[in-house]
């Protein structure tokens, strides 16, 4: 935090990072740099790597090998609590709610733990961030009785209260509706335009076309297409991956 | 507002009941009430002390036992090198339970659900162990304590010692109900319900763990700490009984651990039903009764006591029921 980097220097630099579990290898020697603002597409097939990478990014798992600098630190060996206060929040591909709080207490995790110097009391934060996800209504309500699309919001809700500059989205629209998609879309551009950069894994195509600046994809732990939405779309081995030889 | 109402009427209450405590001690003659108030009163310590560990952060802790037991032998070990006055010892017992509680943790709070359970009845077994061939306090064959005389202005041992229990009760419940306010309740509550979640939201979830074990063993220690001068006697089979554990556990269950008052309930139930049970029938029938309590809870009332009285209640809806 105290580092600062260079106005132009990248916001997140993976470099190099291998992660195996026994002998299955499921990132093999990934690098990438995201830039401050960027809306980042990650693809791949199911089993690529892709969660394992952002479980890399946000803490969860530690890799073997390579690193991960954050704002100009290396943040590898950081826990996920820290990493969370230095800015880097996400949502989980199956929503883990705090089931015994009720929306508005599940921000106020965030907003208690993650969250330093703010003069506004906690629940009016809290509450501009849920009017803003159109979750004003079910504040007081306990996660259970949320719907899909609603928990899916709550879990973005809860990420945008650790105040993040990395927001990564795992697969925050798995399950939902066309309308549903382009409600859930639509929130990501607009936290994208107040300058939070955004890694979104997606399945859906139409999404990760409509969202991305950028798109990645992923095989078998390994980095097989990077650039435009369009032109990794066109590339032959995205499409190999996806459809089969 | 509301939040300072609730905590001046949980002070005011709080007066009251010490000031009811030590006038019963001054105009009841009969020893029995305080011989028999001073168990349900260590339960109701004990219950709340778990809690803050075995509830609030839903590591169930089995041992209970190795943290009261620690507390016995501090107090005893202490009284017997120095002639320590029993503040002192209760302190000490304290800060021995809150060092137990750092060590304990730094081992086992990396293991989840009933591994961590099966590693704190370990604990308490290597403990006893090592009490039962320390020859300074008696060994296997336990110790007789002789009581110094009593301060004023109580007439009786034991009557003091039901006004220091009852202290203990106040303590625990203050320090239980000030975490439930807190930051680190929420926090406690969060890993709870999900680890890697509060952790990604910025939750020190093994810090707040050390945290929590630290203060539920020293707490469970201090409860402990009186026992062998109730007694006049301490050996390590009685205080490193597994049934420490289980009553507290059973208690704070059968109250309720999302808030505070669910383990004072469940202990002030559970605890008078036995030492009713122990004078009209037999001191045997008490575990009897607690397994068919706990059973019938389980099944009736997962949510305890509380959430009989209230479905909805939540951990955070401030200090008083």
């Given at each position: 935090m105290t580092v600062t980097a260079a106005p132009d220097a990248p916001l997140l630099q993976v470099e190099t990072l291998t992660k195996t579990f026994g002998g299955f290898?499921?990132?093999?020697?990934i690098s990438v740099d995201i830039r401050k603002g960027e809306r980042f597409g990650l693809i791949g097939p199911n089993g690529s790597g892709k969660t394992t990478l952002i479980n890399c990014i946000s803490g969860a798992l530690r890799p073997q090998i390579g690193s991960v600098v954050f704002c100009g630190e290396d943040i590898t060996q950081l826990p996920p609590h820290l990493r969370a206060r230095r800015g880097i929040a996400r949502s989980f591909q199956i929503p883990r709610p705090f089931k015994s709080m009720t929306v508005l207490e599940n921000l106020l995790v965030g907003l208690d733990f993650a969250t330093v110097g703010s003069n506004l009391p906690e629940e009016d934060v809290a509450m501009s961030i849920l009017t803003r996800m159109g979750l004003s209504s079910k504040a007081d309500a306990l996660t259970d009785t949320l719907s899909q699309v609603e928990l899916r919001k709550m879990e973005l809700a809860r990420a945008m209260a650790v105040r993040p500059k990395l927001l990564i989205s795992d697969e925050a629209m798995a399950g939902l509706s066309h309308s549903e998609v382009d409600e859930v879309l639509d929130l990501l551009i607009s936290l994208g335009e107040e300058d939070i950069t955004i890694i979104m894994i997606e399945h859906i195509m139409q999404a990760v076309m409509r969202f991305s600046e950028r798109v990645m994809c992923l095989d078998a732990g390994r980095i097989i297409a990077i650039g435009a939405p369009a032109e990794v779309m066109a590339n032959k081995r995205v499409q190999e991956a996806y459809l089969g030889t | 507002m509301n939040k300072r109402s609730h905590s001046i009427a949980f002070w005011a209450g709080v007066v009251i009941f010490l000031v009811a405590v030590l006038s019963m001690t001054q105009i009841v003659r009969n020893e029995y009430p305080f011989f028999a108030g001073y168990v349900i009163l260590q339960f109701i310590a004990l219950a709340v002390a778990w809690s803050i560990l075995g509830g609030y952060a839903g590591y169930v802790n089995f041992g209970t036992n190795a943290f009261f037991g620690v507390g016995v032998y501090t107090a005893v070990a202490l009284f017997k090198a120095t002639g320590a006055p029993l503040v002192v010892q209760i302190a000490a017992a304290a800060v021995v339970g809150m060092l137990l509680g750092f060590g304990v943790g730094l081992l086992t709070l990396r293991m989840r659900g009933i591994f961590f359970s099966i590693a704190t009845i370990a604990l308490a077994i290597i403990i006893e162990t090592c009490v039962m061939n320390w020859r300074f306090v008696g060994g296997a064959a336990g110790i007789q304590i002789q009581r110094p005389p009593v301060t004023a202005p109580f007439d009786s041992y034991v009557k003091m010692l039901f006004f220091v229990q009852a202290v203990l009760v106040v303590i625990a419940v203050s320090i239980s109900r000030y975490i439930q306010n807190s930051r680190i309740g929420r926090g406690l509550q969060a890993l709870r319900d999900d680890e890697l979640a509060a952790e990604c939201t910025g939750v020190p979830t093994l810090k707040l763990k050390l945290v929590a074990c630290m203060i539920s063993g020293a707490l469970i220690s201090a409860a402990g700490a009186p026992a062998a001068m109730y007694l006049q006697y301490a050996d390590p089979s009685s205080a490193f009984n597994l049934s420490y554990s289980v009553s507290a556990l059973a208690m704070a269950l059968i109250g309720g651990t999302a808030h505070w008052i669910g383990p004072v309930l469940g202990a002030i139930l559970l605890g008078s039903t036995q030492q009713l049970l122990a004078v009209t029938i037999s001191s045997e029938v008490n575990v009897l009764v607690l397994g068919i309590m706990l059973v019938l809870f389980v099944v009736g009332a997962p949510k305890g006591i509380i959430g009989l009285l209230r479905p909805r209640y939540r951990l955070r809806a401030g200090g008083k029921p």
């Open positions: 290898t499921a990132l093999d020697n | -």
